[in-house]
Each structure stands twice: as structure tokens, then as C-alpha cells.
């Protein structure tokens, strides 16, 4: 939390972003979804960079794809509510991640892991349900 910030403050506008470049990549991809208990899939476009549903030859799309804003403040970083090793940031565009490292064991082990979970999506974000 304190490196997050530290940087923030020595460069201004520009550590959201790049974390969250970081964190999803730099191809533009789509995120299916299974959800078992409606007996649905849902497709998630996330088009950062402007690369998807673009012409295919003669054939044009019949979705425009708006390409979605990457963050450019922090508003909080903290500790996750109820939680000691888990941190949230909530970024400006509806963007919200939690991060927490971990080593995945019980015993103590020289080797950790980095887990990071999307919570909180832009608006422009495009998701279609298909049923099944």
C-alpha cells in the first residue's frame, strides 16, 4: 500500500494505469464466464486497446465494441474491509481490484504467489448472457 502510494505521489497520473495495464495484459481478449446456477455463459469484452470486434474483411460487426478507459487516480488503498492481507484499489473508470501474496501453505516455504481478483468493472464494459 505504502509503494502504491509512494509512487503515485512521484508520478502523478500514471501508476493506475500502468498497474492496471500490468495486471490485464496488453491484448485486448474476451473473459468467459460459466454460471452454473443460472445455466448461463456470459462473455465479457475487454477492449482496452480497440483491437476486438473490428471488420473481418467485407463483414462488419454487428456490435460496435466502445473501447474502455484505463484509470488514471487511486481513490483508496487500503486493507479490505475485515481482512489483514488483503489490499483494495479502487481507481477512477469503476475500476476496483483486490491483491493479497501468499505463499498457498500452511508450512513456511521460500516461494510466494501473487493473487489478484477483479472486483469492480468500468460501466462501458460489454457482457453478453447466453443461455443453455
Not at 85 to 93: A, K, L, R
Request: glycine share 6%; hydrophobic share 35%; aromatic share 10%.
Amino acid at each position: 500500500m505504502n509503494e502504491l502510494s509512494r509512487l503515485d505521489s512521484l508520478n502523478p497520473g500514471i501508476i493506475p494505469n500502468r498497474l492496471l495495464s500490468y495486471l490485464l495484459g496488453t491484448n485486448d481478449f474476451y473473459k468467459v464466464i460459466t454460471e452454473d446456477n443460472n445455466r448461463t455463459t456470459k462473455i465479457e469484452a475487454f477492449n482496452l486497446y480497440g483491437t476486438l470486434n473490428r471488420n473481418a474483411g467485407n463483414v462488419r460487426p454487428q456490435i460496435r465494441l466502445t473501447s474502455l478507459s484505463l484509470p488514471r487516480r487511486f481513490f483508496d488503498i487500503g486493507f479490505r474491509p475485515g481482512s489483514r492481507n488483503t489490499i483494495q484499489v479502487v481507481c477512477d473508470e469503476g475500476w476496483t481490484v483486490n491483491m493479497r501474496i501468499h505463499n498457498a501453505s500452511s508450512r513456511v516455504e521460500p516461494s510466494l504467489k501473487f493473487d489478484v481478483t477483479l472486483l469492480g468493472n468500468p460501466h462501458g464494459l460489454y457482457s453478453h448472457y447466453e443461455s443453455w
